[in-house]
């Protein structure tokens, strides 16, 4: 079964700064992909981006990139230049390949932005 | 023009009532997800379907009963509400079934047992 840790606090940087969001993952598989999602206060589910486990260049997608880190299992989210709406609740998630795989869903990390 | 949405937004509700969420996507995508998010905010997948044909079925209650009409709407029936059901319904679709394909979530339903 794959797994995902996030296991950093509440998390707090100063706009304008960029900030690393930690995700270590824990499969056997080779063939799996990696997400990262937001969530405002709101409440909806926003996704960011998303890194193929063969990708050999980490993902970006504009003020967002991951840090793929394969042999340490790792895919941390790099956001920069921090706006004050980027506060929010990240999640970062994976799935493996093949049939009846699911999405599975850190626990989340607690991002404020302070102005 | 939204592209997955849920309906009702909110639903309170006392035990032992039975109750439906509605999800439809506008995206022409053939997979759709029932997830559910608890007070810690923890996400965990319930039901997928590809093409109208159930592929993952959680450890779910089979109070917990979804039915595709068509590709666009997967609903959530549930039997005989309980307190621990209290938690926000999150529907979402992707594309297709593969790692690859990101899913799109709709803005949730905040269910109430009380």
């Known amino acids: 079964a794959q797994k995902i840790t996030q296991t950093q606090p509440g998390m707090f940087v100063q706009e304008k700064e960029a900030v690393t969001l930690d995700c270590t993952y824990d499969?056997?598989?080779?063939?799996?992909?990696l997400f990262w999602y937001k969530q405002p206060s709101s409440g909806e589910m926003i996704f960011l981006i998303y890194q193929g486990s063969y990708d050999e260049q980490n993902a970006t997608e504009g003020r967002y990139s991951l840090n793929f880190q394969k042999a340490r299992k790792s895919a941390n989210l790099v956001i920069s230049a921090s706006q004050l709406g980027d506060s929010a609740t990240y999640f970062c998630a994976t799935r493996r390949a093949g049939a009846n795989s699911k999405l599975t869903f850190g626990k989340g990390i607690t991002l404020s932005v302070r102005p | 023009d939204t592209a997955v949405s849920q309906t009702p937004k909110y639903l309170v509700t006392q035990m032992g009532n039975d109750k439906s969420i509605k999800c439809e996507q506008n995206?022409?995508?053939?997979?759709m997800y029932w997830y559910k998010q608890d007070s810690k905010k923890f996400l965990k997948i319930m039901f997928s379907?590809?093409?109208?044909?159930?592929?993952i079925n959680e450890t779910v209650p089979n109070r917990f009963s979804p039915k595709s009409p068509d590709k666009a709407h997967l609903n959530l029936h549930i039997n005989s509400l309980e307190l621990g059901d209290s938690a926000v319904y999150f529907c979402a679709s992707s594309q297709a079934y593969g790692v690859s394909y990101e899913q799109y979530f709709g803005p949730g339903t905040r269910l109430t047992v009380t």
């Open positions: 499969t056997s598989d080779q063939s799996y992909g």
């Open positions: 995206l022409g995508h053939d997979t």
């Open positions: 379907y590809n093409n109208k044909e159930l592929i």
